[in-house]
């Protein structure tokens, strides 16, 4: 009888030490199994961040790429824009109007009109393009350079009013002398032309000067001779 409890005893002791093993080793499997899960989720986070870092420089880059070429074709529209209306007037101020051809001069002062116009507000947009262009880029270089661009836009557009109010003024003038002739009153006329002419005059030296310290810029930055 006590040879049979001792036996019975020994087998539920020996099972319950089993089931102990048992739960120990599966207790300590879910340990593991979690502790890799958290190591592979930190890792997944990381490589998605790395791929996200990635990815957002990358937008931004040709974010920037695409603005910055997006806002010299901008302006190289306005500066041929300009350019014609340059023509039209030329010929209005240097050819038709001295020679007295006033209905020549009308007529080019007209195109030039709509031509400054188109310019104006191209050079506004212009700036416009190269603002958003500036949003993309945190290299200093480049904002020097953009802000540059921004200040030429803005300096286009202004000339380009100017030159469209003397030609309103030009074409005014040889309305008056066409239908009046040597009896028009044009000495108020004049006076505005003459002074709004000068004032071109003016800013287009500041407009030329941005131009060359864009270049000295691209020279100072892109030089391959440079020293760094």
Do not use: H
């Not at 239908?179 to 407009?207: H, K, P, R």
């Amino acid at each position: 009888m006590v040879r049979l409890f001792d036996r019975n005893m020994f087998i539920i002791l020996l099972a319950i030490m089993i089931g102990v093993i048992i739960i120990t080793f599966f207790v300590a499997d879910i340990v593991r199994q979690t502790e890799f899960d958290v190591e592979r989720k930190s890792y997944i986070q990381e490589i998605w961040n790395v791929t996200t870092e990635k990815n957002i420089f990358e937008n931004k880059s040709k974010n920037f790429t695409d603005n910055f070429f997006k806002s010299l074709s901008s302006l190289d529209l306005s500066r041929e824009y300009r350019a014609e209306a340059n023509s039209y007037f030329d010929f209005a101020a240097s050819i038709w109007f001295p020679q007295k051809d006033y209905l020549k001069t009308i007529e080019n002062c007209t195109s030039a009109m709509e031509s400054y116009i188109f310019s104006y507000e191209n050079f506004l947009n212009t700036a416009t393009f190269f603002n958003i262009t500036n949003q993309y880029t945190d290299e200093e270089k480049y904002i020097s350079i953009i802000n540059l661009y921004i200040r030429l836009s803005d300096s286009g557009a202004n000339i380009s009013m100017i030159r469209y109010n003397c030609s309103k003024y030009l074409r005014n003038l040889a309305e008056n002398l066409s239908l009046y002739g040597e009896d028009a009153n044009i000495s108020e006329l004049l006076v505005l032309f003459n002074e709004t002419n000068e004032l071109y005059n003016q800013q287009i030296d500041g407009f030329n000067d941005l131009i060359d310290d864009i270049e000295n810029e691209f020279f100072k930055y892109f030089n391959p001779n440079r020293e760094t």
